[in-house]
């Protein structure tokens, strides 16, 4: 998967720009507040239809103007695709691929695959589980429609059943509580077997990124916190007898207490939680590692990689790391963002170069 062009109208501080990448390694530089990381997040958007920095679309549209647009076309193993959302003050964004209208994110997702990585995704490790299972959405939603539209149906019908363990009628709830506990366990079981495949998936290749960009200094482990296993109709029969268990609890506290909505991942390094013990440092490269091996992932399932972004990530690691760094992503397309970064950590390494000032592409040069 590859991205050739990125058109920007009225999106962020872009009045009206377009980016054309390289095949291989293309860093985005630029000062401060020019406009990189706006860059990196328009082709994320255009792969998963929302931003991973602001939660309204509407922010995104430059100030004083009422709409913008983003356009993206890439090509992947199945040909050409572009895909254009347009934002509006006023109303919801609409989304259209190859020049078709689509009225649901699931329609979007899996045309352009990528994999996104800034300095925040440091919550992957440091913060709540939240953080965690928020990375196994993103990427399981753009592999797997399935998964998507069970993820959605699992919210909803979790919500349905919170509101009615807040009714004060305890005799309605026990009556009706069975039939909401069987739609949930039935997308539950979609969403648990999904993440339990993909941590046994992932879980090598992350090791084995991580012994890679730490020089072999430290075994990187990861387990799932889920509790449940096997297939799809042992999870439910499994989560609907601990939900009839746990019912007294849940309907005390007013929520549903077990269930994929609290899935965990656990990290180790060398034996030790990494979330107590790990530095700063240690902490950035389990991320990093997991990014890789994610997109590792999508090569396996799709013959293909992703877009790699990575946004803002060189200047937060070392010399050799940063290396290392590049040496794993040098076979597929990667989209770096960077201030003041040397030019000479690509070595013989072939990337283009665009520069970037007051929200305008003002050079393009290829080494």
Same mark, same amino acid.
């Given at each position: 998967?590859?991205?050739?062009?990125?058109?920007?109208? &009225?999106?962020?501080?872009?009045?009206?720009?377009?980016?054309?990448?390289?095949?291989?390694?293309?860093?985005?530089?630029?000062?401060?507040?020019?406009?990189?990381?706006?860059?990196?997040?328009?082709?994320?958007?255009?792969?998963?239809?929302?931003?991973? $920095?602001? &939660? $309204?679309?509407?922010?995104?549209?430059?100030?004083?103007?009422?709409?913008?647009?983003?356009?993206?076309?890439?090509?992947?193993?199945?040909?050409?695709?572009?895909?254009?959302?347009?934002?509006?003050?006023?109303?919801?964004?609409?989304?259209?691929? &190859?020049?078709?209208?689509?009225?649901?994110?699931?329609?979007?997702?899996?045309?352009?695959?990528?994999?996104?990585?800034?300095?925040?995704?440091?919550?992957?490790?440091?913060?709540?589980?939240?953080?965690?299972?928020?990375?196994?959405?993103?990427?399981?939603?753009?592999?797997?429609?399935?998964?998507?539209?069970?993820?959605?149906?699992?919210?909803?019908?979790?919500?349905?059943?919170?509101?009615?363990?807040?009714?004060?009628?305890?005799?309605?709830?026990?009556?009706?509580?069975?039939?909401?506990?069987?739609?949930?366990?039935?997308?539950?079981?979609?969403?648990?077997?999904?993440?339990?495949?993909?941590?046994?998936?992932?879980?090598?290749?992350?090791?084995?990124?991580?012994?890679?960009?730490?020089?072999?200094?430290?075994?990187?482990?990861?387990?799932?916190?889920?509790?449940?296993?096997?297939?799809?109709?042992?999870?439910?029969?499994?989560?609907?007898?601990?939900?009839?268990?746990?019912?007294?609890?849940?309907?005390?506290?007013?929520?549903?207490?077990?269930?994929?909505?609290?899935?965990?991942?656990?990290?180790?390094?060398?034996?030790?939680?990494?979330?107590?013990?790990?530095?700063?440092?240690?902490? $950035?490269?389990?991320?990093?590692?997991?990014?890789?091996?994610?997109?590792?992932?999508?090569?396996?399932?799709?013959?293909?990689?992703?877009?790699?972004?990575?946004?803002?990530?060189?200047?937060?690691?070392?010399?050799?790391?940063?290396?290392?760094?590049?040496?794993?992503?040098?076979?597929?397309?990667?989209?770096?963002?960077?201030?003041?970064?040397? $030019?000479?950590?690509?070595?013989?390494?072939?990337?283009?170069?665009?520069?970037?000032?007051?929200?305008?592409?003002?050079?393009?040069?290829?080494?």
């Amino acid at each position: 998967m590859k991205i050739k062009s990125l058109k920007l109208k &009225n999106f962020r501080n872009y009045a009206d720009e377009t980016f054309t990448f390289g095949d291989g390694l293309n860093l985005l530089s630029g000062e401060n507040a020019q406009g990189k990381t706006n860059a990196a997040e328009a082709i994320f958007f255009l792969c998963t239809g929302y931003s991973p $920095r602001a &939660n $309204r679309d509407k922010l995104v549209v430059k100030f004083g103007e009422d709409s913008g647009e983003i356009t993206g076309v890439a090509d992947s193993l199945y040909g050409e695709v572009s895909v254009k959302i347009i934002f509006s003050q006023s109303d919801n964004k609409r989304m259209f691929v &190859n020049g078709i209208e689509v009225l649901r994110i699931s329609e979007l997702l899996g045309n352009i695959h990528s994999v996104f990585f800034n300095p925040s995704e440091l919550k992957l490790v440091q913060e709540s589980p939240e953080d965690r299972r928020r990375f196994m959405n993103i990427s399981l939603s753009q592999m797997s429609k399935t998964y998507f539209r069970a993820l959605q149906s699992y919210n909803k019908i979790l919500a349905q059943r919170n509101n009615l363990l807040k009714d004060k009628d305890v005799s309605l709830i026990r009556e009706t509580l069975p039939v909401w506990d069987a739609q949930l366990c039935k997308q539950a079981a979609v969403i648990i077997k999904a993440r339990n495949s993909f941590l046994t998936e992932i879980s090598p290749i992350a090791q084995e990124k991580h012994a890679f960009l730490s020089g072999g200094r430290e075994d990187l482990a990861l387990k799932t916190e889920s509790g449940y296993f096997g297939e799809e109709d042992d999870i439910a029969y499994a989560l609907s007898e601990d939900l009839k268990t746990g019912f007294e609890r849940d309907l005390r506290l007013g929520f549903t207490g077990i269930g994929p909505h609290r899935d965990d991942i656990k990290f180790t390094l060398n034996g030790e939680d990494a979330r107590i013990y790990g530095s700063q440092g240690q902490q $950035r490269t389990i991320a990093l590692s997991l990014k890789l091996a994610e997109a590792e992932t999508f090569k396996a399932r799709f013959g293909e990689y992703p877009v790699m972004i990575l946004d803002d990530v060189l200047s937060e690691l070392d010399r050799k790391r940063q290396t290392k760094l590049i040496d794993a992503v040098s076979k597929m397309q990667t989209i770096f963002t960077a201030t003041g970064i040397s $030019r000479s950590i690509f070595k013989n390494v072939p990337f283009t170069h665009i520069t970037i000032k007051d929200g305008s592409v003002k050079s393009v040069k290829e080494y």
